[in-house]
């Protein structure tokens, strides 16, 4: 279960490379705004079948423009902090469940 | 996958190990439709963290910045943070903030940008002293 009480940092590589978690992230247009957005405005832990990552997160990004769903793992250097791994646009089965979760109605991009 | 799996594996093999599960996993979460668990969310509390950004440099620009703290009294990273702050500002963006670890006990004088009260840390505009109250001092600057 995540608790971003557990975690101090956010854990990226270096963008030259280019299998590093920035490099990934980046061609899926996730940043470093968006991973601050979603985490600090109303993320929603959630799960997904098939896939075994440590956290789910949906969340808005910092306009409450776009939900993305991302995917964490506790980081290898170091357990206090927090790596992205891959992320996407969220689905529309993924944003049900935010809005059921949170209790909020998202009017932004579908 | 929890932290503790990694602590028996060393160096260079932990490293790998690790990056080739998260290569695997974003395989699989990007292999089509990926079912939500109906019912699974549930909201947490939202925080804003500091992020790591990894950087490769040459080690004779790593060695003068090394100088340069070292001159100053503070760590690398807050030449760093004030380099990049400097450079955003000039470039026009409006508002970006940055903790600064070590100037609050250097005794060096802060960055000449403007500083806003943050944790308890109260600070000048200017160039001004670094108050106390924190380990850090939080500065940004609005344009």
């Known amino acids: ?110 | 996958m929890g932290a503790g799996k990694w602590e028996t594996v060393e160096g260079f093999e932990m490293t790998d190990d690790a990056r080739a599960l998260e290569r695997r996993l974003r395989k699989t979460a990007g292999s089509g439709e990926n079912g939500v668990l109906e019912g699974s969310g549930r909201p947490v509390s939202p925080k804003s963290f500091g992020q790591m950004l990894s950087v490769r440099l040459d080690a004779s620009l790593i060695g003068a910045l090394r100088d340069l703290a070292q001159a100053r009294g503070i760590g690398v990273s807050d030449v760093v943070r004030v380099a990049l702050l400097g450079a955003v500002e000039d470039a026009g963006q409006r508002h970006v903030e940055a903790s600064l670890r070590t100037y609050v006990s250097s005794g060096w004088p802060m960055p000449t940008i403007t500083f806003r009260a943050g944790d308890g840390f109260v600070a000048r505009s200017g160039g001004g002293e670094a108050g106390t109250g924190s380990d850090y001092a939080s500065v940004s600057f609005l344009t």
């Open chain 1, 1 to 110: 279960m995540f608790d971003p009480a557990d975690f101090e940092l956010i854990d990226w590589d270096d963008e030259e490379d280019v299998r590093g978690n920035l490099a990934h992230c980046l061609r899926h247009e996730v940043d470093e705004r968006v991973v601050a957005g979603v985490l600090g405005g109303a993320p929603v832990e959630i799960s997904l079948q098939a896939v075994t990552a440590e956290f789910v997160v949906i969340g808005p990004d910092g306009e409450w423009a776009q939900l993305w769903t991302l995917l964490f793992a506790r980081s290898y250097k170091d357990s206090r902090w927090l790596r992205p791994v891959t992320g996407w646009r969220s689905k529309s089965r993924e944003i049900k469940e935010w809005e059921r979760a949170s209790g909020k109605r998202w009017k932004g991009l579908r």
